[in-house]
């Protein structure tokens, strides 16, 4: 039975994990319904020069057909009810101003009403916060989250896969993001031992 995950896109920068982990998603078989704020909408028009936010836009005609997408002030679409059976959330990326209204149960949205579902069926809601740097009240939004049951994910990419573009950065995150929601893909993210090159750090 393929999974079933719901993507939030909101206005922090970073679009590019958005697009990758759908392409992902799509090619592992997931049944995928999409959320995109206002914002998110926007981001994506100014970061991937797309002149719509479509699932065809975004990851092809073919990987199209797995997706399903929600209006953003829906509150009585599928995502906002939890006999909505789903195998977890993600928010990619995820803006302060919806992490703090998650963090506060403020559900006035498709987004934040699908994240306190999966906050209250104790279901997997990984929100991929890009901000830097943070804030007091930041950080004491993702306590909030995470003390609730989600995870707080920052968009920071390992050096140690020695990326060589934009792209393998790109990579790297959507990979964790696959691995945090239980997506198979090929992505090259995987440390091995073999990659150090045998002398020692001597910096201390």
Not at 24 to 31: F, H, N
Request: glycine share 8%; aromatic share 4%.
């Amino acid at each position: 039975m393929s999974k079933k995950i719901v993507v939030a896109i909101t206005g922090a920068s970073g679009a590019a994990y958005a697009r990758r982990l759908l392409q992902c998603m799509a090619a592992a078989g997931v049944e995928i319904h999409i959320v995109i704020s206002g914002n998110g909408r926007q981001l994506i028009i100014d970061e991937l020069a797309l002149s719509q936010p479509t699932p065809e836009g975004l990851v092809g005609p073919e990987a199209a057909r797995a997706i399903t997408l929600h209006a953003y002030d829906n509150v009585g679409a599928p995502p906002a009810s939890g006999s909505f059976l789903t195998d977890g959330m993600v928010i990619c990326p995820c803006s302060s101003n919806t992490m703090a209204n998650v963090a506060a149960g403020a559900a006035s949205n498709l987004i934040t009403r699908a994240a306190a579902v999966h906050l209250k069926e104790a279901r997997r809601l990984v929100l991929l916060t890009r901000e830097m740097p943070v804030s007091q009240i930041d950080i004491k939004n993702m306590l909030r989250v995470s003390e609730a049951g989600g995870l707080i994910c920052p968009a920071s990419p390992g050096f140690y896969m020695r990326p060589k573009s934009v792209e393998d950065l790109v990579d790297f995150v959507a990979g964790k993001l696959c691995d945090l929601l239980g997506v198979v893909h090929s992505l090259n993210t995987r440390w091995e031992p073999s990659l150090r090159s045998g002398k020692e750090d001597e910096r201390g």
